[in-house]
């Protein structure tokens, strides 16, 4: 962790001092000469940098040593950013402008003097370190040259082998998976498999693979086994000597002498030799990286003999690619369900016998934040053994207070292990990512953009040519998902993680590693405010800001937080003296009806959200923030802005927008904003969502395509006459992956025949509004997977086009078409998983040819007042998941009912809804409750997810 801050802080080092201004070099010359003395230092120290976060785990020594290098580096970048305030001002060029900047300087003297002492006092605390860090140098070189085996690491490995030696009486809810992963390894195939297990640490991989390793069967099965242990001090000259060892004591031979001495080349070729005309079960336990296994995988012959290996891991990327290149399994290991948690919680915490009725609430609360991990279940269920059934309050402090159970028992340290392991074996870079998670309270869902846009702010994504900033930010989550670090909440149709969260373990292990590492102070509505460091880097509040202790100095604050206040939140009462070097503020749903006037000085601002607030206007002094990069005031009441938003030469995305849904058949449901014309200035925006262009329609669409960085676009209130403006400069917006176009009113025609040479990247593309003509361009897209046609009322059938888009995965379809008719051709729609028909006036009839949509997997017909039939043919698609009818005849309904004619043809879709719109809501009902023509309404918590979600979801 100390890393990053070294590195931001090198950055800026350079950012301030690489400055050619020959005036500024002579007023801030004590300035400059300190810099490049502190910079100079933490070069040097950067190299061990890595080493000693790693270090710092198992020795005190190093770990002061790092806090201390942390500490003093944010202390400097909050001197080198006071510096730059004083001069941040623009004053022109030439003699004049010249002057102008001496009498700044000269004004601001004093205060650059005292940032130079400042500065100096700083590099004497640099040497003391440097001092020490010498004294640790010859522990940083041990460590590079490799992992030892000192006696945390043996204890670690003694624990991890106790964890295999489980008697089975303590597991439960393995018999399913153990079934299910023999019948993978027995199943007939001649050629060598991967089998991988994947998961979080603690959820009992190692322990499922060893009880389908000692299974008597399996031993019978394959003729020689072997279990090897990975994990992260891989050597792998150790694992293939001990893989050789096992396999001469497996096919009953002396172990040769000679292997003691064997390079890794000949270890390979002695194990290859031994396994080559044997059928053979190799288990990998632990593996963390893909670099492991392409140093084992070509020991290990495909000898066609049905060999099997078995890979146990964390890292999700290592099963996968074992399994492409294999042609395998992977078993992702779920969580235990509630009942089987709850039987091995009362197994270990009350002796097999019941949980008494008034410890009931609490055991099941604690039971939730272990959220089905087992290693969690039964290390917390074995400290509450010890406890006093009858002392209520001891049971429920562990309840209260469990992440400080974590950190301060000693019968909880091997499951603080287990989960730390992970956040040691990130790199640097990554560990900023992870501990940010600590800023979102606990079952909070994290909107993937939202997160990303903060990663940005923050300054912890690296830059790499030929991407943005934002697609390596999403690099880094997919890898935190991919370590198991992260979980996926929600999902786009199209494949996109919507929301991920964090399991609550992991959750309490960050929190106090960022506590410790004065990374992100939490304050919730117990917390103490003594325990608040002097120097506040991220600052989050959860729920009441009554906990927040008034008149707190918190100068050098970084970025704040509120979630959930219950009132308005007065930034100036609760900090009076201000945070001037703040770089994000987020509001998102604070009770706020202004815009909030402290933000005027934040110079360094980058990010700013009110999202969901109540702010109707935007202030002039918006122009000030010229370092703002998100500017969030989705679903606030915000309508226009000032001309001032041109100044943001650095804002990357803009997002003014709100839902006002009235009723399923409103057709203007959104609101955008207005915008000055000339809106093509803002050169970096990626994200600029929604604009009304109804007013100077044509400047401002003309300006768009200047804006050539844009991912995605909205545009509300077109009119015809923009038609040819918009295809020029939707032709420039080469990288724009997401278009969402509706016209001025319903029965306004868009006009988009005019595109020739559409962005071959578009994924997205929304339109709302009457279409002489289905646009010619948009069966081309070949990186098409979302589409959006509503009120186009077409007089050709647009399935006969459409049907041949590459990767089109989801298709919503209202008032599209004016016939009687839809066919679904046989060679049509191959990728399709969602299908939404909506108000088809005239429709009659649809046909499904066989072959036709193999993939779909959920389909929605509604308001089709005329339709006769369920679809011809719908009985072929055969993955089909979810069949929803709204709004739909009754005489059609009782067709497919459990006793209609038609009911054949919907049998094999395990879900089939009829929803009806009535007095504002919807009312669900299941077909199989349909009897003699009457409908049992179903509770809301009862039905899909998908009818409760429907309408939330941007359309």
């Not at 039987?343 to 934040?369: G, Q, V, W």
């Not at 051709?825 to 969602?834: E, S, T």
């Amino acid at each position: 962790m100390a890393e990053s801050s070294v590195i931001y802080l090198l950055e800026k080092l350079a950012d301030i001092f690489e400055n050619d201004d020959h005036l500024l070099g002579v007023l801030f010359r004590g300035v400059r000469e300190e810099g490049v003395y502190l910079r100079g230092e933490f070069e040097r120290m950067r190299a061990f940098l890595r080493t000693a976060d790693a270090l710092q785990e198992t020795d005190q020594e190093v770990e002061v040593w790092v806090k201390q290098v942390r500490d003093v580096a944010h202390e400097a970048e909050d001197i080198l950013d006071e510096f730059t305030l004083l001069h941040k001002h623009d004053h022109g060029r030439g003699i004049y402008g010249s002057l102008r900047t001496l009498g700044c300087c000269i004004k601001n003297a004093k205060a650059c003097y005292r940032i130079a002492s400042e500065l100096k006092a700083i590099n004497s605390r640099i040497k003391n370190i440097s001092e020490v860090h010498k004294r640790l140098r010859h522990k940083f070189i041990k460590a590079e040259q490799g992992p030892g085996s000192d006696s945390v690491g043996n204890t670690w490995q003694d624990r991890r082998g106790d964890a295999l030696l489980l008697d089975v009486s303590d597991l439960v809810g393995l018999d399913e998976p153990k079934k299910q992963l023999v019948g993978w390894l027995f199943k007939s195939s001649p050629g060598r498999k991967v089998v991988s297990l994947a998961g979080m640490g603690g959820m009992g991989k190692s322990t499922l693979a060893k009880q389908v390793y000692d299974d008597p069967e399996v031993k019978k099965h394959f003729k020689v086994c072997a279990w090897i242990t990975v994990n992260r001090s891989f050597k792998s000259g150790e694992i293939l000597k001990d893989m050789a060892q096992q396999l001469f004591k497996a096919i009953r031979r002396r172990v040769p002498q000679v292997v003691a001495n064997m390079d890794n080349d000949q270890l390979k070729t002695t194990i290859k030799e031994l396994l080559q005309q044997r059928r053979y079960l190799i288990v990998l336990d632990d593996v963390w990286h893909l670099c492991e296994w392409h140093a084992i995988q070509n020991a290990l012959p495909n000898n066609s003999c049905g060999s099997r290996i078995m890979l146990t891991t964390r890292n999700s990327e290592v099963a996968s690619t074992t399994r492409v290149l294999s042609d395998g399994k992977t078993y992702q290991l779920k969580p235990l369900p509630p009942p089987e948690s709850w039987e091995l919680f009362c197994r270990k915490a009350f002796r097999h016998n019941k949980c008494p009725p008034h410890l009931e609430d609490i055991c099941k609360d604690i039971l939730k934040k272990c959220e089905g991990l087992p290693l969690a279940i039964v290390a917390i269920s074995g400290v509450l053994a010890t406890k006093d059934t009858r002392r209520i309050d001891e049971w429920d402090m562990v309840s209260r207070s469990l992440g400080a159970e974590i950190e301060g028992n000693d019968k909880l340290s091997y499951l603080k292990k287990v989960l730390s392991l992970s956040f040691s074996d990130l790199p640097y870079f990554l560990k900023s990512c992870f501990l940010y998670l600590s800023i979102f309270p606990e079952g909070h869902l994290i909107q993937r953009m939202r997160l990303i846009r903060l990663w940005v702010a923050e300054g912890f994504i690296e830059a790499k040519e030929g991407r943005t900033l934002e697609e390596v930010a999403d690099d880094y989550l997919h890898e935190l998902l991919n370590r198991s670090l992260m979980q996926v909440a929600t999902t786009t149709p199209d494949g996109r993680v919507k929301t991920c969260r964090i399991h609550d373990l992991l959750r309490e292990i960050i929190i106090s590693k960022s506590r410790d590492q004065n990374f992100t102070t939490i304050v919730k509505e117990k917390s103490v405010p003594a325990q608040w460091s002097d120097k506040i880097r991220r600052l989050s509040i959860h729920n009441r800001l009554q906990s927040v202790q008034p008149n707190r100095s918190v100068s050098q604050l970084r970025s704040l937080f509120m979630f959930g206040a219950s009132r308005k939140p007065s930034i100036t009462a609760l900090f009076p003296s201000g945070f001037r070097l703040l770089n994000v503020l987020d509001l998102h749903s604070a009770p706020l009806k202004r815009f909030p006037v402290e933000v005027v000085d934040l110079y360094f601002l980058k990010y700013l959200s009110l999202r969901e607030t109540k702010v109707k206007t935007v202030p002039r002094f918006i122009g000030k923030l010229q370092n703002l990069e998100t500017l969030d005031l989705k679903h606030s009441y915000v309508s226009e802005l000032p001309d001032e938003i041109l100044k943001l030469q650095r804002l990357r995305h803009l997002l003014v927008y709100q839902h006002e849904f009235v009723s399923y058949e409103q057709f203007n449901s959104k609101n955008g904003f207005k915008v000055t014309p000339k809106i093509g200035v803002l050169r970096a925006l990626q994200k600029l969502c929604f604009i009304e262009v109804n007013q100077d329609g044509g400047t401002i669409i003309r300006e768009l395509g200047k804006l050539t960085q844009l991912r995605r676009l909205g545009l509300l209130k077109l009119r015809k006459a923009d038609g040819k403006a918009l295809c020029s400069s939707i032709a420039k917006l080469s990288n724009l992956r997401a278009l969402s176009i509706a016209s001025v009113k319903e029965d306004e025609t868009i006009d988009l025949q005019h595109l020739y040479s559409p962005p071959s990247l578009l994924q997205r593309l929304y339109m709302r509004g009457r279409l002489d003509a289905l646009p010619h361009w948009i069966p081309s897209l070949p990186s098409l997977v979302r589409l959006s046609l509503k009120w186009s009322r077409l007089k050709d059938d647009p399935l006969i086009s459409l049907r041949h888009i590459p990767n089109l995965v989801q298709l919503e379809l209202c008032q599209v078409f004016v016939g009687d008719r839809l066919c679904f051709k046989a060679d049509g729609f191959r990728k399709l998983k969602i299908l939404s028909l909506e108000k088809f006036d005239e429709l009659r009839c649809i046909d499904v040819e066989m072959g036709a949509m193999e993939c779909l997997e959920k389909l929605s017909i509604q308001r089709c007042k005329r339709l006769e039939n369920v679809p011809s043919g719908i009985e072929h698609l055969h993955k089909l998941k979810f069949l929803e009818f709204s709004d739909m005849p009754v005489d059609l309904m009782k067709t497919i009912r459990p006793d209609g004619k038609d009911n054949w043809r919907v049998s094999h879709v395990p879900e089939v809804y009829s929803t009806y719109w009535r007095e504002g809501g919807w009312e669900v009902y299941s077909i199989d409750s349909m009897t003699d023509g009457e409908y049992c309404p179903l509770p809301s918590n009862l039905f899909s997810h998908e009818l409760q979600t429907r309408w939330k979801s941007w359309k």
